[in-house]
């Protein structure tokens, strides 16, 4: 890299390359110029030499004097031309071919980046997506095992509920049926009650006044 | 609320003072019936016991209603516990001083409930059976129960003597659900 080129100063270094290529155009131009103007002294210098219109050339009208000096004039044109059009188009091109050049490297570039990108992507996505189908399996498992365990816990609490409804519909059925024994009791007793005391007569009570008197134990030594 | 500790105090002291004046009798009889009095008379129980009425005004009308009517020992043990505001505690006494007088006594009050009223003859016969049980003279208490259907039941202190058919039906149904109970 030249000290033109620094890049701590491209605006300065462009500068100075357009500098240099205009001196070296003036240059180039000069050349042409100067040799275009030689030929035009030549030929105005030959002008009317019998040498300049040979015997061969007579019947095409052909002056060599004239023909030299329209070589310079055109020598001297094809400079200015060289300078001031073919060689900016030329630098145009160039430039522009440069440029469309860089700008095909930039995209073959980016097409390589995206293509690297794009590979690094899918790797990553699928080990994402192979991370995601690990994951789904695993909760799933966990989903299945939860699953059977809530349905073991379930069956087992039904059995429990189940047990301890047997349970008490055995103790209420004992519950009852002791009730319906007692009422059966009552009522019997009841009736018994009833029908002793419309049968039992005073006589009858005295007689059990006097049982119970004669049946009364006297504690021995009284 | 009566204090039974309270109520035998003041039986004890009553006791004592009846029995060297020799008063048992009247004295038992006078608290007898100041607590049947207060038993059976609303009005005069709500005068005796209010916190309204002042210990001079109940003073001045129990002396008016009793002072001619009971004992002085009576007498006195009533100013006794308006002054000292234990009138709630008279019925307590009455019953202590009972008690007392059974022990003293070597009596003890039966009470036999029957379904029907009892002939004087059965009376008689239950009262000498139940005094050669007790080995004690015996006060008697007659009472009739019709729920009893027939028979006689006897209770003294702690001791029933159920000789009744309500009693026996009892305990053989008692009997019979045991062993249903049992047998479920």
Redesign the interface.
Same mark, same amino acid.
């Given at each position: 890299m030249s000290h033109l080129d620094h890049p701590k100063t491209p605006v300065r270094a462009s500068r100075r390359r357009h500098l240099i290529r205009g001196a070296a155009n003036v240059g180039v131009l000069g050349r042409y110029i100067v040799a275009g103007f030689v030929l035009i002294g030549v030929g105005v210098a030959c002008k009317g030499q019998a040498w300049t219109q040979p015997e061969l050339l007579k019947p095409m009208g052909l002056d060599l004097a004239i023909t030299i000096t329209n070589m310079g004039i055109f020598l001297a044109f094809a400079g200015v031309i060289n300078v001031f059009y073919y060689t900016p188009f030329k630098e145009s091109m160039d430039a522009r071919n440069h440029e469309l050049e860089a700008t095909f490297t930039e995209a073959e570039n980016l097409k390589k980046e995206m293509a690297e990108l794009r590979t690094s992507y899918e790797a990553r996505l699928a080990a994402t997506e192979a991370e995601a189908r690990e994951q789904i399996q695993a909760q799933i498992r966990e989903a299945q095992h939860l699953r059977q365990t809530l349905m073991a816990e379930a069956a087992a609490r039904a059995d429990d509920l189940l047990r301890k409804a047997e349970l008490e519909t055995e103790a209420e059925k004992q519950r009852v049926m002791g009730e319906l024994r007692s009422h059966v009791v009552d009522l019997t007793f009841n009736a018994t009650e009833r029908l002793i005391g419309e049968k039992l007569d005073s006589a009858t009570n005295r007689r059990l006044v006097e049982q119970f008197i004669d049946n009364m134990a006297v504690p021995s030594g009284s | 609320m009566t204090d039974h500790r309270v109520a035998k105090r003041y039986a004890e002291a009553l006791f004592n003072v009846a029995q060297r004046n020799d008063v048992v009798k009247n004295v038992d009889a006078d608290l007898l019936a100041i607590a049947n009095q207060l038993k059976n008379d609303p009005s005069f129980r709500s005068f005796l016991y209010s916190p309204k009425v002042s210990r001079e005004d109940k003073t001045r009308i129990l002396e008016k209603l009793f002072s001619d009517r009971v004992t002085i020992a009576t007498m006195y043990l009533l100013r006794l516990l308006l002054a000292k505001r234990r009138e709630s505690e008279i019925e307590a006494i009455q019953e202590e001083f009972e008690a007392l007088r059974r022990g003293y006594a070597k009596a003890v009050l039966v009470t036999y409930t029957?379904?029907?009223e #009892?002939?004087d003859a059965?009376r008689k016969? *239950?009262v000498d059976?139940?005094t050669?049980?007790t080995?004690r003279s015996v006060e008697a208490l007659f009472e009739v129960d019709p729920s009893l259907?027939?028979?006689?039941k006897i209770e003294y202190e702690d001791v029933m003597?159920d000789?009744t058919?309500?009693g026996n039906?009892d305990k #053989?149904?008692g009997r019979?659900?045991y062993d *249903?109970?049992k047998n479920?």
């Amino acid at each position: 890299m030249s000290h033109l080129d620094h890049p701590k100063t491209p605006v300065r270094a462009s500068r100075r390359r357009h500098l240099i290529r205009g001196a070296a155009n003036v240059g180039v131009l000069g050349r042409y110029i100067v040799a275009g103007f030689v030929l035009i002294g030549v030929g105005v210098a030959c002008k009317g030499q019998a040498w300049t219109q040979p015997e061969l050339l007579k019947p095409m009208g052909l002056d060599l004097a004239i023909t030299i000096t329209n070589m310079g004039i055109f020598l001297a044109f094809a400079g200015v031309i060289n300078v001031f059009y073919y060689t900016p188009f030329k630098e145009s091109m160039d430039a522009r071919n440069h440029e469309l050049e860089a700008t095909f490297t930039e995209a073959e570039n980016l097409k390589k980046e995206m293509a690297e990108l794009r590979t690094s992507y899918e790797a990553r996505l699928a080990a994402t997506e192979a991370e995601a189908r690990e994951q789904i399996q695993a909760q799933i498992r966990e989903a299945q095992h939860l699953r059977q365990t809530l349905m073991a816990e379930a069956a087992a609490r039904a059995d429990d509920l189940l047990r301890k409804a047997e349970l008490e519909t055995e103790a209420e059925k004992q519950r009852v049926m002791g009730e319906l024994r007692s009422h059966v009791v009552d009522l019997t007793f009841n009736a018994t009650e009833r029908l002793i005391g419309e049968k039992l007569d005073s006589a009858t009570n005295r007689r059990l006044v006097e049982q119970f008197i004669d049946n009364m134990a006297v504690p021995s030594g009284s | 609320m009566t204090d039974h500790r309270v109520a035998k105090r003041y039986a004890e002291a009553l006791f004592n003072v009846a029995q060297r004046n020799d008063v048992v009798k009247n004295v038992d009889a006078d608290l007898l019936a100041i607590a049947n009095q207060l038993k059976n008379d609303p009005s005069f129980r709500s005068f005796l016991y209010s916190p309204k009425v002042s210990r001079e005004d109940k003073t001045r009308i129990l002396e008016k209603l009793f002072s001619d009517r009971v004992t002085i020992a009576t007498m006195y043990l009533l100013r006794l516990l308006l002054a000292k505001r234990r009138e709630s505690e008279i019925e307590a006494i009455q019953e202590e001083f009972e008690a007392l007088r059974r022990g003293y006594a070597k009596a003890v009050l039966v009470t036999y409930t029957s379904a029907q009223e #009892l002939p004087d003859a059965q009376r008689k016969k *239950l009262v000498d059976k139940t005094t050669k049980v007790t080995g004690r003279s015996v006060e008697a208490l007659f009472e009739v129960d019709p729920s009893l259907i027939g028979g006689v039941k006897i209770e003294y202190e702690d001791v029933m003597l159920d000789g009744t058919v309500r009693g026996n039906l009892d305990k #053989l149904r008692g009997r019979l659900q045991y062993d *249903l109970f049992k047998n479920a």
